[in-house]
């Protein structure tokens, strides 16, 4: 019933894998009752239109030669992904709860686990494994131990023979990044052009995937805008298994999981997925997966705010930076320009047991003096300060494509002789990890004059700016516009935070 | 491909909308190039199995009669809906951009226009309507309003033959509630029996239903846990349109963009939806919609923190208070008792232009002394207060399962001879709507010892709590135990508000 599953479904099809069989219990019980309630369309019809081969067993409960029979035809079928329907009774041999609801929601109870016993012939304690069922799976250790002899002895020959493939597979197996990876990451000058993040964001993955072997990925078609190709290597499909370029359709959720799956399969395997920032309401589930799972999948989010312009309202994230932020074991990467992009890729690559998120510009940024990957790595930062004794008047701090803004607005006020020192805060969740002597060296607590911009929901943003500061930012829907007109008209600019610094100080 | 549209399209067949006619739009184009890299299951068959009636118009360019010929078909058969396939040429007609992804994401250009004019032989100027073309479509707007003339004449008879009946149909076009209708919301006392907010909701779903004709609702297959079966209500299904209790199967998205076009097809239409708070996840995309649009939905969302116990860190809600207090115009409300249901229910009624969420316990709750519909109404309100001159020792702020606790801690103060105020934080959305007098009367800004205490996560508490204050909750994800032991072990209990009231006054 739950439709973000046909994503994967058709996928699966799609990519033609001829390994993967699922089991659907068919047994007609839901929560609420008989699935007829809500659910009467032909699941086999639907994942044959999928493109899967489909096999019916009609007894599920009992009919155990048409069980080994259906896994035999699906092993058979090897250019598509086969769906075994087994019908069966819920709840099968308790005799007052069989066939309900009542067997998925809560335990069976003493009295009827006994009738059960009873009722299937099973005279046995409970956990007591009997003898014959002992000795019928003890055949697997032996077989299973020699299955490893051999992949080792195989291993060890294409090792002597491909060393450097061989050291590439170990590294994903283990999960040991090649030493000295992050040299490849681009690094930028204020004289470099101005540039999207988005677009920077694709010099870095075309950057490291040169030097990490398990970096794959894509976006759920829109990698013309979230730029996200790899230029080395070509689609990953059906006959080509070793292109990196993952074409996931649209099909948010599925990404996500599939992702999920990757990471989980090898700590060496690094995926990455993209799609605009605001339609990560569409695989939030899937994100809330990685960080309760702990896989380090890169979520590549581009067109990140009302920047993005004429797409309007239903294409323009307000809530979702504050979202992540609440989200736990999540790291949300708001990078200004090219340095920062680049550390917040170096973070994302480092960080293989939590989800990074990037929310990235569509729009042209300036390379900021005072940007780096360091900076990054401590999550906020200091890029600009004409005061001195750790007491600027005022402090201004920025994420993204508004630390540009923010720094706008510092030149204006130091003008006017004004001590101001700007804060670039790229991650909350990194800043909440330093110490607090250099917490208190970016942020002093004596300093309560302190404004935010950030073109999205103030919400939380009291916590860096305090009751005496301001919070510049959205709290409504965005509107349709181009983007230069759109942040004077919500207010998002450097006048504004040189009249809220004025308020302030 | 995006998987949620499945769930709809599998009701839609459930429910046999026969007069729901879907053009397909077979163009062969997406964003990232040919359909063929990402999609290539067979969409008639998957509408087939889904119940879908279903016809290919193979010429979709020029094929005037086909489509006529499509569309009678379609309006023939009445127990299904139907799918007309229409394989088509994207941007058919320009020469230079036809059948190619850049006719979808930007304007043809003023030369691609002239090219286009010419090569279908459209001489005329831009917005120009031929004197035939307007001709051909004038007999429209007489046949129009004799077809208005007619429906008014037969409503008029109705009324005059059923005037009860014609008044409701009325009320619910208009979406003028019935005068008196939130008497029938049930008041509690302090000595009501301790129960589950979501049990209450219940309550209030059942008195309200009496009174107002155009709610209805239901859950996606987690009725019998949300508590929002109408009990003098039977299932809406195919053969029983009158009744109200709606089956929507696991299909979360789809259950909130049905209340969307129930909410805005009439203003006396009140749909609610409901699954299990975490569950949001997957629906978000169309809770975010109900905002955008001002679709007065109400989402019942139930087992809303740690206190569902068992089930764990998947099911147990943590950044969603928070992720929703971020999204603009939803009202996000947190009852913490029988009255403060009530209210909630009070407010989400009224509210037919704004969603609201109500998050409702699993676990059984005191009724508490001081709650009252009114103070829900304004958002945040003092439920106890042993102080005098708005100058309490210190202030605690709960919200929902968390008030009681706060009210604990507040006894245990006293006790100790501490003069402290116990706030009620249903609705940020609300107290922010406040006057400052009011909001100065209820959290004075000379009284920086505040705590709150919310099992969920701490993010934004800071603007309610100062940098002075202390916020309790649960900033990791959740964990699998029985109530009562995962408070404890999370540290949401009375004795740690007592300590922070300790430290911070």
């Keep these: 019933m739950e439709g973000i599953s046909n994503e994967v479904c058709s996928l699966a099809a799609h990519w033609g894998l001829g390994k993967l069989i699922a089991f659907y219990d068919d047994n007609h019980i839901s929560i609420d009752g008989d699935t007829a309630i809500a659910f009467t369309e032909s ?9 899967w081969h489909v096999i019916w067993v009609k007894d599920g409960n009992t009919g155990y030669d048409e069980i080994r029979a259906a896994i035999e035809e699906a092993k058979a079928v090897k250019d598509k992904p086969t769906l075994i329907k087994v019908t069966t009774t819920i709840g099968y041999g308790s005799p007052n709860k ?11 109870g003493g009295k009827e686990v006994d009738a059960t016993r009873k009722n299937l012939g099973w005279p046995y304690e409970p956990f007591h494994v009997p003898e014959d069922v002992k000795k019928h799976w003890s055949h697997h250790t032996p077989e299973g131990a020699a299955l490893e002899a051999e ?8 090792e002597k023979k491909y060393k450097e493939e061989a050291a590439e597979l170990k590294s994903i197996i283990n999960g040991e990044l090649p030493a000295g990876w992050e040299k490849a990451l681009p690094m930028y000058t204020p004289e470099s052009p101005a540039d999207a993040t988005r677009n920077l964001s694709q010099q870095c993955l075309n950057a490291l995937a040169k030097v990490l072997p398990g970096l794959l990925g894509g976006s759920a078609d829109l990698a013309s805008s979230n730029l996200t190709l790899l230029k080395m290597f070509g689609n990953f499909q059906k006959d080509t298994p070793k292109e990196r370029n993952v074409r996931f359709g649209v099909r948010e959720h599925g990404m996500g999981a599939i992702c999920n799956g990757i990471a989980l399969h090898s700590p060496g395997l690094i995926p990455y997925c993209a799609t605009f920032f ?3 309401d569409y695989m939030r589930a899937a994100i809330r997966i990685s960080a309760l799972s702990e896989a380090g999948v890169i979520y590549v989010m581009t067109h990140d705010s009302i920047g993005l312009g004429e797409d309007g309202p239903t294409h323009q994230p307000i809530e979702h930076l504050a979202s992540f932020r609440a989200m736990p074991n999540i790291l949300m990467l708001r990078p200004a320009d090219g340095n920062e992009t680049a550390g917040a890729y170096k973070v994302a690559v480092l960080n293989r047991k939590r989800p990074s998120i990037l929310a990235l ?3 042209k940024l300036a390379q ?3 940007t780096s990957i360091e900076g990054v790595e401590k999550g906020g930062y200091i890029i600009s300060d004409n005061s001195s004794g750790n007491k600027p008047d005022v402090i201004l701090i920025g994420t993204g494509s508004e630390l540009e803004i923010a720094a706008k607005a510092a030149d204006e006020l130091r003008k006017e002789g004004k001590a101001v020192r700007v804060v670039s805060f790229v991650s909350w969740e990194l800043f909440d990890e330093q110490s607090d002597d250099y917490k208190e060296s970016v942020l002093p607590v004596a300093v309560s004059a302190r404004v935010s911009i950030e073109a999205g929901s103030t919400f939380g943003w009291e916590k860096l700016v305090g009751p005496k500061g301001k919070a510049i930012g959205i709290d409504r829907f965005g509107a349709s516009a181009p983007a230069g007109k759109i942040y004077k008209e919500f207010g998002i600019t450097a006048e504004a ?3 809220a610094a004025k308020e302030v100080c």
């Excluded at 699941?43 to 493109?51: K, M, P």
């Excluded at 992949?151 to 294409?158: G, L, M, P, V």
């Design 361 to 363: 510009s569509r729009q």
């Design 43 to 51: 699941v086999d019809t639907r994942f044959e239109g999928l493109g």
């Design 98 to 108: 069989a066939n309900s609801y009542s067997v998925h929601g809560s335990a069976l």
């Design 368 to 370: 900021l003096p005072g």
């Design 151 to 158: 992949w080792n002895a195989k291993f060890a020959e294409y």
């Design 278 to 280: 605001v339609f990560t």
């Design 497 to 499: 935070a040189v009249a």
